[in-house]
């Protein structure tokens, strides 16, 4: 057995304690050493030392029940920060965090993707903007997170399939020639499944499936992504539903993305909440469509049950639209359609905030920092 160190346990009491405030947000000197267990010296000696680094603050003083009143302690959760980016066909979405994985600042703008230095120079211009107004040093932004709809290699630096922005093959010194911060690319489903994970921290293992304007989807085990060799979680937006099916940007037919993404439920020039406004006043072209497109989606959301019998997780634009009563619908047709029908109910929607996609491309960075602090 390891016989520990006075170095080491000097650490892992300083880890417990920034840990302990963390969790509870606001805590006291007293209530550190009677939950932790450590002796009134040792406490005030770390606490000093967190001070003194800018990772806890005091933050005025707890009602008193007689006596001195206690100085309350807060975590720092403003000391350090971390980027969102999402480049989407027509706009960009910047987010920063804080420690918390909290949004701080947003902003959307308007910008048509181009694969040209100037589209990459541009953006970069907006997000140095973006980050000089939270008035903070380099050094404490941690990185900037871009996600987008493509594969990104394992390093996150490089999109090794992008189809839908035409960006195959872009880099990310493309950003990082012009912003003086870590920079990497993150799959736009699997940032809205950090962002899903980081609310939810009861769960375990899931099928996430992104639902805009086309799909794209995550697979969760363990809290972690499930690896594969050359595409990750998979991307079963493409397997097939229908032999012969409608085409899909891919370049295939039938495509579970060619039936069940937005794009395939609209009608052109047709929203989202128009077509939800129509269907909740019954018009029956809105109900039709629906029913239709129910089928295809409850195909697809069976066959990936059938995989794995995890829970399902909707997440996207069309989540928002999407009632307890569209999810019985939705349950019952994919009951009847099993050859293992639960009465379990497996298909959920996202918990996600606003800016979901941005705010997960940035929770790496904030992971990775909280993971050196509380390092015993």
């Known amino acids: 057995m390891h016989n520990l160190t006075t170095s080491d346990v000097k650490n892992q009491n300083k880890s417990n304690i920034l840990k302990f405030i963390y969790t509870n947000r606001t805590t006291t000197q007293q209530m550190i050493c009677e939950q932790l267990n450590l002796s009134r010296p040792t406490v005030i000696r770390i606490l000093k030392e967190l001070e003194e680094e800018g990772s806890i603050l005091k933050d005025g003083f707890f009602e008193s029940t007689g006596g001195r009143k206690a100085t309350a302690l807060t975590f720092s959760s403003s000391s350090h920060i971390a980027i969102g980016v999402e480049i989407l066909k027509h706009s960009y979405e910047i987010v920063a965090l804080n420690l918390y994985g909290e949004i701080l600042k947003s902003e959307t703008h308007n910008l048509t993707f181009k694969n040209k230095k100037s589209y990459f120079l541009s953006l970069s211009t907006s997000i140095t903007s973006?980050?000089?107004t939270l008035n903070l040093p380099n050094t404490k932004v941690l990185g900037i997170g871009i996600a987008l709809q493509g594969l990104i290699?394992?390093?996150?630096?490089?999109?090794?399939?992008?189809?839908?922005?035409?960006?195959?093959?872009?880099?990310?010194?493309?950003?990082?020639?012009?912003?003086?911060?870590?920079?990497?690319?993150?799959?736009?489903?699997?940032?809205?499944?950090?962002?899903?994970?980081?609310?939810?921290?009861?769960?375990?293992?899931?099928?996430?499936?992104?639902?805009?304007?086309?799909?794209?989807?995550?697979?969760?085990?363990?809290?972690?992504?499930?690896?594969?060799?050359?595409?990750?979680?998979?991307?079963?937006?493409?397997?097939?539903?229908v032999p012969d099916g409608?085409?899909?940007?891919?370049?295939?037919?039938?495509?579970?993305?060619?039936?069940?993404?937005?794009?395939?439920?609209?009608?052109?020039?047709?929203?989202?909440?128009?077509?939800?406004?129509?269907?909740?006043?019954?018009?029956?072209?809105?109900?039709e469509r629906w029913h239709s497109y129910l089928h295809y989606l409850s195909l697809a959301?069976?066959?990936?049950?059938?995989?794995?019998?995890?829970?399902?997780i909707l997440g996207g634009t069309l989540s928002r639209y999407l009632s307890e009563e569209d999810l019985d619908l939705?349950?019952?047709?994919?009951?009847?359609?099993?050859?293992?029908?639960?009465?379990?109910?497996?298909?959920?929607?996202?918990?996600?905030?606003?800016?979901?996609?941005?705010?997960?491309?940035?929770?790496?960075?904030?992971?990775?920092?909280?993971?050196?602090?509380?390092?015993?």
């Not at 990082?176 to 899903?196: G, I, R």
């Open 246 to 287: 409608k085409p899909c940007y891919c370049g295939q037919h039938g495509c579970f993305n060619a039936y069940c993404s937005t794009n395939a439920l609209l009608s052109s020039g047709e929203s989202l909440e128009s077509f939800f406004q129509g269907l909740r006043r019954k018009e029956s072209d809105k109900q």
């Open 130 to 132: 973006f980050i000089n």
């Open 301 to 312: 959301i069976n066959n990936l049950h059938m995989f794995t019998d995890f829970d399902i």
């Open 330 to 376: 939705i349950s019952d047709l994919v009951f009847h359609i099993s050859a293992f029908p639960t009465n379990r109910r497996f298909i959920k929607l996202s918990r996600n905030p606003d800016f979901p996609i941005s705010r997960g491309a940035a929770l790496p960075y904030i992971q990775g920092h909280l993971l050196s602090m509380t390092k015993s």
């Open 153 to 241: 290699s394992s390093d996150g630096h490089e999109i090794v399939y992008g189809k839908i922005l035409d960006c195959t093959g872009l880099t990310i010194e493309q950003f990082t020639k012009h912003l003086p911060y870590p920079c990497m690319f993150v799959h736009d489903a699997e940032s809205a499944a950090l962002s899903e994970l980081w609310i939810s921290p009861q769960l375990q293992n899931a099928i996430f499936i992104n639902i805009r304007h086309d799909i794209s989807g995550a697979i969760v085990v363990n809290r972690t992504f499930l690896p594969g060799r050359e595409l990750k979680s998979g991307v079963f937006e493409h397997m097939q539903i």
